[in-house]
């Protein structure tokens, strides 16, 4: 089997180091980031911790320090 750039399998998510994200705190509102560098194509995975065999978001390392900037200077806030 043969992957091009745009190829993301299943046993990278599965066989990533998911960390419960520092701003979920306690509550039931958790997001999971996985650091999937070795992966095709490299990025971050995102979950939600309640459902870790869901569905999960892969973004380009750029695009997530770029959104992590964006909250760090309240763009985003809190409802």
């Avoid at 299943?10 to 979920?24: G, T």
């Avoid at 039931?28 to 194509?41: I, K, Q, R, S, W």
């Avoid at 979950?47 to 065999?53: A, C, E, N, T």
Wanted: charged share 20%; aromatic share 6%.
């Amino acid at each position: 089997m043969t992957t091009d750039a745009r190829t993301l399998m299943a046993h990278d998510l599965i066989d990533a180091d998911w960390i419960k994200s520092s701003y979920s705190g306690n509550g039931n509102n958790c997001v999971e980031v996985a650091d999937l560098t070795g992966a095709v194509p490299a990025g971050v995975g995102v979950r939600d911790s309640k459902d870790p065999d869901g569905p999960a978001l892969v973004v380009s390392a750029d695009g997530w320090s770029a959104f992590v900037s964006a909250v760090r200077r309240g763009e985003f806030p809190a409802s």
